[in-house]
């Protein structure tokens, strides 16, 4: 037996070992297998994932009975960014038996708008929802800053993972062989991508973080450095004061293009965290100053430019949420819209970006109606939130398209409070409709039942100006929609105030006066149903919800039915459930607050229809139920 060398071992070097136990995984044909591949150069990634193919493709599997295993490819398109669609649309096409599949193209995330890379991290959360139907292994590929984000904030995701397979670029020289060139340990530059050309910003990152050795290295570093990718990325973790030492770049020879690269890796640094959930008022404020630096160093017809005013605009939005003072809340988002604006101006602006701008001065204009000169900032947010639509549409970007048709709902439904009631709901409801095209509750079960809350709202709404039984119906139609998803487990806070819309629907149905005739008091005993699983869900997580309110609701609809009861058990459990909930919704309304008087009264009239329907035993017997404190004032009433 002659022993020879794989012609693989000769291209992968170190990476072999890594490489052979991820094609072993995949030989073994095991099914539900969720594997992920980091790599740190974009041209090793590209030379794995077609080697594994072809490997997998003619090679004779000694590990099963199953020959050759198929391997398929993905290429994920960032203008959807939801990974857990692209996979099901797949796999709806994929052929049988199903072959291992491996995800590549997550990294043209990287510079994607926060909103869409948050759409990927929660498609991601979801994935345990797939793997159950998966006939096969699926490999998605990753760079290293993408994979510690995933960790990081996908960690149901996370959780589900069967292995993780690292690829290491092999090193290039990056200075002249005379050069002293430090010593170049795993993390000390970050994620460097080590294939490209010589890179100054790399030898100034490790400059940094080894300060006691940062006079030599410099000494050693070229001076006129070829100009850099578009695609560099700066290091900036390794910095101690980016932008003290960023300031300090064109004494050091640094070219313009150079320092706005420098600037724009900051911020997106800055901004991944801020992202990431660190939303600190200092990191907010350096993030924004980073920002205007860049945005300064950017050339005005540069491409990049209106993306630049949109992160900075968002930036100073948030900025503003953390201001006490109203002044200056306000102050901070006309500042962005201000922004958003500008960005908007720029010719050169790709149609995403500037779907994105729309989109954010819509939503700044309907914040601020929150504020002041409601009516105005509203119709500016509908006109904003129309100009963005014709960027996108239910066809190529569908969660655009969808989050823009909601946002353009609830503008019109809030209009509908100040003029036009009719006109402004009619609209709400076909914005709603719209946005119901594109969230599928398959896919995006939560986000299909805030968009059916939503029109239910409306559907209750408009029902008070016109055809009042049938909207009342749609409406309840709608809110049972959303209960299928919103539930007790997935969203409690979410679940109570959908409860509570439906038992308010079926209380209204059940008191109209042109409802259809219900001898069986089924509008009444479903209103109850809702109201108590609303109150039940609130238990469960911090809600919005008037929760004297609810039961100052199901006070009355037991009291009516307590005066339609026919047998007397019937009656004393009515109007003691009644009293019930009159009680504790006393005890969550303190003296001088706007529920308390009709809650009281209500109160007073139950232990009164005690006396009516049960005699002087039975009001004695509600008299012992009511809080001393109540009983002077209750007994003075009667």
């Given amino acids: 037996m002659v022993a020879t060398q794989l012609k693989s071992r000769k291209?992968?070097?170190?990476?072999?070992?890594q490489y052979e136990e991820l094609k072993t995984v995949l030989q073994l044909n095991l099914r539900r297998q969720l594997l992920i591949a980091v790599c740190d150069s974009d041209t090793l990634q590209a030379q794995l994932v077609a080697r594994l193919q072809s490997d997998l493709a003619t090679?004779?599997?000694?590990?099963?009975?199953?020959?050759?295993?198929?391997?398929?490819?993905?290429?994920?398109?960032?203008r959807q960014p939801d990974l857990m669609l692209q996979l099901v649309q797949w796999l709806k096409q994929a052929p049988t038996p199903t072959p291992h599949l491996q995800v590549v193209g997550l990294d043209a995330m990287t510079h994607a708008s926060l909103r869409s890379q948050n759409h990927l991290l929660r498609s991601l959360e979801s994935m345990q929802s797939l793997l159950p139907h998966l006939d096969s292994s699926l490999v998605i590929w990753l760079s290293w800053p993408w994979y510690r984000k995933l960790e990081q904030s996908a960690p149901e995701f996370w959780q589900w993972r069967s292995g993780v397979f690292r690829f290491v670029g092999e090193p290039v020289p990056i200075v002249p062989e005379t050069a002293a060139v430090p010593a170049v340990e795993d993390g000390l530059y970050g994620d460097v991508e080590t294939a490209q050309s010589p890179d100054i910003w790399q030898i100034l990152s490790a400059d940094l973080a080894q300060l006691d050795q940062t006079s030599d290295v410099a000494a050693a570093a070229p001076l006129n450095p070829p100009p850099l990718p578009k695609?560099?990325?700066?290091?900036?973790?390794?910095?101690?004061?980016?932008?003290?030492?960023l300031a300090q770049l064109e004494a050091k020879g640094a070219t313009p293009v150079e320092i706005m690269q420098a600037y724009r890796a900051l911020g997106n640094h800055y901004r991944d965290r801020i992202e990431a959930g660190e939303m600190t008022p200092n990191l907010l404020t350096t993030a924004i100053e980073t920002f205007e630096i860049y945005l300064r160093w950017l050339p005005t017809d540069d491409s990049q430019r209106a993306a630049g005013l949109n992160d900075l605009g968002t930036l100073h939005w948030l900025q503003a949420q953390h201001q006490n003072e109203r002044s200056a809340l306000l102050e901070g988002m006309h500042r962005s819209a201000e922004l958003y604006k500008e960005g908007l101006q720029c010719t050169n602006a790709d149609a995403d970006t500037a779907s994105r701008l729309y989109g954010n001065l819509g939503a700044v204009y309907s914040a601020l109606a929150n504020h002041d000169d409601s009516v105005t900032h509203l119709k500016e947010a509908v006109t904003a939130y129309r100009q963005a639509l014709p960027f996108c549409s239910a066809e190529t970007t569908p969660e655009e398209y969808g989050t823009l048709q909601n946002s353009l709902g609830s503008v019109y439904w809030k209009l509908a409070y100040y003029e036009q009631p009719k006109h402004h709901l009619h609209r709400a409801i076909a914005a709603y409709n719209e946005a119901l095209r594109c969230h599928h509750p398959e896919t995006a079960p939560l986000e299909y039942a805030a968009v059916q809350n939503n029109l239910g709202i409306a559907y209750w709404s408009l029902s008070r100006y016109e055809r009042p039984i049938f909207l009342l119906k749609h409406a309840i139609a709608a809110y049972r929609d959303a209960l299928n998803y919103r539930t007790p487990t997935t969203d409690p806070g979410a679940c109570a105030s959908t409860y509570n819309n439906l038992g308010t629907a079926f209380w209204e149905l059940a008191n109209h006066p042109e409802a259809p005739a219900d001898p069986e008091g089924r509008y009444q005993q479903n209103a109850i149903i809702a109201y108590e699983a609303a109150l039940k869900a609130s238990e469960l997580a911090p809600s919005s919800l008037e929760l004297a309110s609810i039961r100052h609701c199901l006070g009355s609809i037991y009291d009516r039915l307590a005066r339609s009861a026919e047998h007397r058990t019937e009656i004393v459990g009515n109007l003691d459930r009644a009293l019930t909930h009159y009680i504790a919704a006393l005890q969550q309304s303190p003296k001088g607050t706007?529920?308390?008087t009709p809650l009281f009264n209500a109160l007073v009239r139950n232990v009164s229809a005690h006396y009516e329907l049960l005699g002087l035993e039975g009001q004695q017997g509600a008299l012992n139920q009511v809080p001393a404190e109540l009983l002077p004032e209750v007994m003075l009433k009667l």
């Fill in 11 to 17: 291209v992968l070097g170190l990476n072999q070992r």
């Fill in 59 to 78: 090679a004779d599997s000694t590990l099963d009975d199953g020959g050759a295993v198929g391997l398929a490819q993905l290429n994920f398109d960032p």
């Fill in 231 to 245: 695609s560099v990325t700066l290091d900036v973790t390794a910095l101690e004061n980016p932008l003290e030492t």
């Fill in 594 to 596: 706007a529920t308390y």
